[in-house]
Structure formats: C-alpha cells, structure tokens
C-alpha cells in the first residue's frame, strides 16, 4: 500500500509538473503561468539556471497576486482581512495607482468593486523576472509573455498581430535596450476590457501595443489606452512620449514614435 500510494503520489506530481513545464532547448524554456505560457531565452551560459530563477520569481509573484487563488494577497484583501502586505504587492498596487492617473481613470484596478491586477499583473511579472536576470548579470535575454514582452540587450524582432487577420503580421517592431512591449486586443478574449466609467466593455480599439522600459507600466497603458480611444490614447503617448500602436474600432491605425 505504501508502495502504491507512493506511485500515486509521484505520478501526480509528474503531472503537475507537465502543466507547469513545457518544453526545453539549451538556451530557452516555455512554462504555462499566470493562465498563459511564458517563454524565456537567456543567450549566454548556463541559461537554464537562469531561467528557471526568472520562472521561480513570477512563479512567487502569480501566488500573491492571483485572484484565482484563495490564499493570494489579492484574495484575501478582497475578503476584507487586514495584514501586512509584501513589498511586491505593495509595488503593483504603486504602480497601478500611477498608470490610473496618467490614463485618467480608464484604467482602475478596482472598476468592479473588488481588487483585480489582471491588467498589471503579467507586466509586472515579467518586468521583476528580467530584474532579476540584470541583477545575475546577464547581458541578452528575452521574457515572451505573449501579450507582455521585455528584453535585455538584443536587438530582438517582434511581431504584432493583426487583430482581425490571424495569421498575418501587422508590423515588426525592433526590441533592443531594456523595451519592454504590452498588447492589449479584442482578437483573443473578446471584449473582456471594460471601461471603469461606464462597466461595459470598451470598444473604441481593436488592439493597443505599447513600448516603453516598464513591462508593468506598459502593460497597464496598453489597457489604459484600449478604453481611452485612438485619439485620446495617440495625445498620451505623445505627452508621455512613450511608442504606441493602435488600431481602432474602424481598423485605422495610429501610431507614435514608430
């Protein structure tokens, strides 16, 4: 019985590990994180070491911050409990506070009533995740969160879909330095980004990419922008001078430092 329970047991943490786990080469892996995979390339030795020290910090940052998750500080702040926070949350929640300033409103972790860092989360994962890889001193490195990028060195080419065309390619941005570029699009999840003023979806966009060097701040104004509009959106970028690429309802594009 022992035995039996002990095959039980390894047997499921195999397979937790194959969700977690996805694939491998010598200098890159793919994990599923935060509901979506995660692809980390480090282009000088003893990669995978790093890597999965990048993978463990947003592993540890998906814990706090997870609304899906019972025990995360999120949670457990929406049940009302009153604790110490951790330095990260505390951090997201900094970080959201300026995004919803810059953007006016439009983007606000709490629109329904209860805390949500969906917007924020992944970006600010990500940005702590190539932290960490600067502070282990390497040189080249690409986090690729699908909707939330950043790299270190480079350059790297990314591509940005087209929102209403699957398999083609809208534009080909350089990413090299310490960019950091976030997507925000109706093409995946349907029109899941809702207007904090109005609690209904937004519809002014059909996707939002934005470049700067804070995957957390760039994420935030990917969906900040996505709610303010083409126009209002182009005048932020502008003012903040940050890149920007948006296409609109209509399928007019817009852009800014591109």
């Known amino acids: 019985m022992k035995r039996l329970a002990l095959l039980i047991l390894t047997g499921l943490i195999i397979a937790t590990f194959a969700?977690?786990?996805?694939?491998?080469?010598?200098?890159?892996?793919?994990?599923k994180i935060?509901?979506?995979?995660?692809?980390i390339k480090v282009n000088e030795n003893?990669?995978?070491?790093?890597?999965?020290?990048?993978?463990?910090?947003?592993r540890e940052i998906e814990l706090l911050l997870?609304?899906?998750?019972?025990?995360?500080?999120?949670?457990?702040?929406?049940?009302?409990?009153?604790?110490?926070?951790?330095?990260?949350?505390?951090?997201?929640?900094a970080l959201a506070g300026r995004a919803k300033k810059l953007t006016g409103g439009a983007f606000d972790?709490?629109?329904?009533?209860?805390?949500?860092l969906d917007g924020i989360g992944k970006g600010y994962a990500v940005e702590e995740a190539r932290r960490l890889l600067f502070k282990r001193g390497i040189k080249s490195a690409m986090i690729d969160m699908r909707s939330s990028i950043a790299v270190l060195g480079g350059p790297f080419k990314v591509g940005i879909r087209h929102p209403r065309k699957k398999d083609e390619i809208l534009t080909v941005i350089t990413a090299?330095?310490?960019?950091?570029?976030?997507?925000?699009?109706?093409?995946?999840?349907?029109?899941?980004i809702i207007d904090p003023k109005t609690k209904k979806p937004a519809v002014l966009c059909q996707a939002v990419t934005v470049i700067t060097?804070?995957?957390?701040?760039?994420?935030?104004?990917?969906?900040?922008?996505f709610v303010l509009g083409p126009e209002k959106g182009l005048a932020l970028a502008k003012k903040l001078?940050?890149?920007?690429l948006i296409v609109a309802s209509d399928g007019k594009i817009y852009s800014h430092n591109l």
């Not at 969700?19 to 994990?31: E, I, N």
């Not at 935060?34 to 692809?39: A, D, K, Q, R, S």
């Not at 570029?181 to 349907?190: F, R």
């Open 66 to 93: 997870s609304r899906y998750n019972e025990t995360s500080e999120v949670s457990r702040l929406n049940r009302g409990e009153k604790f110490k926070l951790s330095a990260d949350t505390e951090k997201c929640l």
């Open 109 to 116: 972790v709490y629109y329904s009533g209860k805390l949500n």
């Open 19 to 31: 969700v977690y786990f996805l694939k491998v080469s010598d200098r890159q892996a793919t994990y």
């Open 34 to 39: 935060m509901g979506t995979e995660v692809t």
């Open 213 to 225: 060097d804070d995957a957390g701040m760039a994420d935030a104004l990917s969906t900040g922008i």
């Open 241 to 244: 001078d940050f890149k920007v």
């Open 46 to 58: 003893n990669a995978l070491a790093h890597i999965k020290a990048a993978i463990d910090r947003m």
């Open 176 to 192: 090299s330095g310490v960019d950091a570029i976030s997507t925000s699009g109706d093409y995946e999840q349907g029109r899941h």
